[in-house]
């Protein structure tokens, strides 16, 4: 549901902007966590580790169980 989607990001952006850029890099430009750890001038497992945490917050925003949703990157 793209309401709910726009929803989560909206409040993820608000509680948290910089994971909120994370994900606009990683899903929605598509880049890969090199490539994010790169531009954003810090370690991989840095990205990884942020990466894991946004996809738990926003399967939980959006009412899905860990095994499902498009976030698995």
Wanted: glycine share 8%; charged share 30%.
């Amino acid at each position: 549901d793209m309401v709910a989607l726009h929803r989560a990001m909206k409040k993820l952006e608000d509680q948290s902007p910089d994971d909120a850029g994370l994900v606009h890099l990683l899903y929605f430009a598509g880049l890969s966590i090199s490539q994010a750890a790169e531009l954003l001038g810090v370690s991989k497992s840095t990205i990884d580790r942020k990466w894991r945490f946004v996809r738990t917050w926003l399967r939980r925003e959006l009412g899905e169980t860990a095994d499902q949703g498009d976030f698995d990157g």
